[in-house]
């Protein structure tokens, strides 16, 4: 595994993630949000899961990030006032992380090496999700259609009881 | 030298809590789920990085859980951002410090 592309990566990931949190500005904090998942992507295919990079591409990428900018455009007003930034967030935030950070360093298995695999095929994630994972994959469709349809609903404007 | 697995563990942490940042101090809603996707993407990263480093078996564990788990969040962030329209169409603004009609 190479060094240098860990490096580039988590610099251009963790960059559009800190751009999407604290820039002020609506619809530039919305795309760093979706160049950050390209950023994670990239992390994917690293580790050798590349077909988790692609789908984390198309649903994220393509899917949820388009409908956040969409949604941004759909509430915003012509005056729209600068929303304001609460610091306690960062103290908590900073915390939380020095924490992980200290559990992460003093955890002596963790410092591993990759071990060599062969690699993971579509044909066997395909197998895998037609025979033990049959049932997950049923509940998700379930899920994705109640969702979906639960949206709809809430989104939906009531003429009839005017 | 290689990275461990520990750089991606710490990569996945600072990720979780840049999103828990804008969770936490974010005023406009949408802002906060952003927030959210970000620490389930950091929680996949994770995950990924757990079923790389401790691969035993040829099973596919860790991306079966990652793939489930990005569909459900995109199911999750269809129905948060339905909810911030519902709520911008009736209280005509997104600032989360003015939903407060239920405030004691």
């Given amino acids: 595994m190479n060094t240098v592309a860990f490096a580039i990566i988590a610099i251009f ?9 604290t820039n002020p500005r609506l619809m530039h904090a919305a795309l760093s949000f979706a160049a950050m998942f390209v950023g994670i992507a990239g992390f994917f295919f690293l580790l050798g899961a590349e077909f988790v990079g692609l789908v ?21 007003r012509e005056t729209q006032p600068h929303h304001g930034f609460k610091w306690g967030g960062v103290i908590v935030a900073g915390a939380v992380f020095a924490g992980l950070l200290w559990a992460i360093i003093k955890t002596s298995a963790v ?15 395909g197998e895998v ?16 259609t109640a969702a979906l349809i639960g949206a709809l609903v809430l989104v939906m404007e009531d003429r009839s009881e005017r | ?22 969770a936490l101090s974010r005023r406009h809603a949408i ?12 929680a996949n990263l994770n995950f990924i990085a757990f079923w790389r480093f ?39 603004t997104t600032n989360v410090d003015q939903f407060n009609r239920l405030k004691g």
């Fill in chain 1, 13 to 21: 990931t963790l960059t559009f993630a800190l751009a999407a949190a």
């Fill in chain 1, 111 to 125: 410092s591993i090496a990759a071990p060599l695999v062969k690699a993971l095929t579509v044909k066997q994630i």
């Fill in chain 1, 129 to 144: 999700l037609m025979t033990q994972y049959v049932w997950p994959l049923l509940c998700v469709g379930v899920l994705l």
């Fill in chain 2, 31 to 42: 802002f906060i789920l952003i927030g959210i996707e970000m620490m389930l993407a950091a």
């Fill in chain 1, 56 to 76: 984390q591409i198309f649903v994220y990428v393509g899917a949820v990030a388009v409908l956040i900018v969409f949604t941004i455009l759909l509430t915003r």
């Fill in chain 2, 1 to 22: 030298m290689t990275p461990t697995l520990q750089f991606f563990l710490i990569v996945s942490a600072a990720l979780f809590c840049i999103g828990l940042l804008a």
């Fill in chain 2, 54 to 92: 401790g691969a035993r078996s040829p099973a596919p564990i860790g991306v079966m859980v990652v793939i489930f788990s990005i569909a459900i969040a995109a199911a999750e962030a269809a129905v948060g951002l339905a909810m911030v329209i519902a709520i911008y169409r009736h209280f005509r």
